[in-house]
């Protein structure tokens, strides 16, 4: 059968306060940062990118850091909603590269 | 917006089979695509990366005898897993990026996935 999964880090968060989910990535060399959101049964939806000659940047009620210094990425979702519930996870890659390792992820559940 | 399908979406065989699955980039063309596993709770790993008329290139620890990959035109790419074990079973999605110029776009787009269960 299948592999006996770890237990995803979970976040727990009240409907309309603000979340932040924390990555830590592996390659220094990496220069572009992806978030992704995925939903029970379905593949990954694209949230929100960077690259690594940028410490912020925002999105619609979304905003992603990088701290390169410590390989740190997170996302912050303004004024969370139930349908932000899911498994988020972090990327990396090289820009025009395609190929991105997937960080562990972290649960997003809301509490209506 | 660019959107990859994969079919079939879930699909249950007996043990010893073996179940292909297709990968297609609906309204873009894509010279590679890539497979991926996710095991329940667990995060994607790279199987294998697609390459458009020529062999894939496969993860370590990956068996390519185990994972037939085909990536016949610029929009489809399948997985065959043969003689599928129990220990098979998974969630398998692929991925693809759109050519812009000639270049990759930087823009990876997922399809909706794959549950194989095999009994």
């Known amino acids: 059968g299948e592999s006996v999964g770890l237990h995803l880090p979970t976040l727990s968060v009240q409907e309309g306060d603000n979340s932040i989910i924390n990555c830590a990535y592996s390659n220094s060399a990496s220069d572009y940062f992806i978030w992704y959101k995925q939903e029970s049964g379905k593949g990954p939806q694209f949230i929100i990118d960077?690259?690594?000659?940028?410490d912020k940047r925002q999105g619609q009620r979304v905003t992603v850091l990088l701290n390169k210094t410590v390989k740190h990425l997170s996302l912050q979702i303004a004024a969370t909603q139930p349908g932000d519930s899911a498994v988020y996870f972090c990327?990396?890659?090289?820009?025009?590269?395609?190929?991105?390792?997937f960080g562990t992820g972290t649960k997003l559940q809301v509490i209506p | 917006g660019a959107v990859v399908s994969q079919h079939p979406s879930w699909v249950i065989c007996k043990s010893g089979t073996s179940v292909k699955i297709e990968c297609r980039s609906l309204d873009f063309q894509a010279t590679t695509m890539f497979w991926y596993r996710q095991f329940p709770k667990q995060s994607l790993m790279l199987m294998a990366t697609s390459n458009e008329g020529s062999k894939a290139t496969y993860e370590q620890g990956v068996e390519k005898d185990k994972f037939l990959i085909n990536h016949a035109s610029l929009t489809l790419s399948t997985l065959t897993v043969t003689s599928a074990h129990p220990e098979d079973s998974s969630f398998y999605i692929c991925?693809?990026?759109?050519?812009?110029?000639?270049?990759?776009?930087?823009?990876?787009?997922f399809g909706e996935g794959s549950r194989l269960t095999v009994l």
């Open positions: 990327a990396e890659t090289f820009f025009g590269y395609q190929k991105v390792t």
């Open positions: 991925s693809a990026t759109r050519l812009a110029g000639g270049l990759p776009s930087g823009e990876l787009f």
């Open positions: 960077i690259r690594s000659n940028m």
